[in-house]
């Protein structure tokens, strides 16, 4: 979840370890995000089955990545905040679940919300893949830095500094609109983005502590996540 737009090293950091999470240990990582998401809907419905799919097949992904995420000269900075990040997220999802566990007989129309709210998880689905096309293989799980390093200024990092999160942002947001979950929308609001803001200071800590001026004038000409707000 990591798109800190610096490619460089020091000693703060430490390696990650060669041999990354045993396979066996992904699987059981995404069936056990998508059991909780299920439990949280009573395996009702076919809402709860989505959010149940959608929470396994992300939680699977974020541990493939982070186990293939071994590029030499690589260094990952401590992050208290990464996972804590991932289970609020899976959080919205068990709220979401949580909201929407009467029994289904059959699908339901999404609506005008509805409808609404799955053109804003594709917004905010885009956003954060033109955010890892600009950083390419530096687009990383956890938050690391590279032997090399230069700020990222190109896709949407011309306007934002942190348009990955600004994408988690909006799919947020926009599943919590989709299934018609308040819940959902309130954990948004109170423990994941509070946790990603922290994160956020913690990269940019980081980056100001070694790029000095240069990321201070960086800083300046871009908005943190939502353009013209903040």
């Given at each position: 979840?990591?798109?800190t737009p610096l490619r460089s090293a020091g000693p703060r950091g430490y390696k990650r370890r060669a041999h990354g999470s045993p396979l066996l240990s992904i699987w059981i990582r995404g069936a056990a995000a998508a059991a909780l998401v299920g439990f949280a809907g009573h395996w009702n419905g076919p809402t709860v089955l989505i959010l149940t799919l959608a929470s396994g097949l992300s939680f699977f992904d974020l541990g493939r990545r982070a186990r293939v995420e071994?590029?030499?000269g690589t260094v990952f900075e401590p992050d208290p905040y990464g996972t804590a990040m991932q289970l609020a997220f899976l959080a919205v999802l068990c709220a979401g679940a949580w909201d929407n566990r009467a029994p289904e007989a059959t699908w339901r129309s999404p609506g005008l919300l509805g409808g609404g709210g799955f053109a804003v998880i594709l917004?905010?689905?885009r956003l954060r893949q033109n955010a890892a096309r600009a950083l390419g293989r530096h687009f990383t799980v956890g938050l690391s830095l590279l032997a090399?390093?230069?700020l990222i200024a190109t896709g949407p990092y011309r306007w934002l500094r942190h348009p990955n999160y600004a994408g988690l942002l909006l799919i947020a947001f926009g599943t919590a609109t989709m299934v018609r979950s308040?819940?959902?929308a309130g954990v948004t609001l109170v423990v994941w983005l509070p946790l990603v803001l922290l994160r956020i200071r913690a990269e940019e800590r980081v980056l100001q502590e070694r790029l000095g001026?240069?990321?201070a004038d960086y800083k300046r000409d871009r908005w943190c996540l939502v353009p013209g707000v903040y």
């Open positions: 979840m990591d798109e071994r590029m030499p917004a905010g689905t090399d390093h230069e308040p819940r959902a001026r240069v990321y």
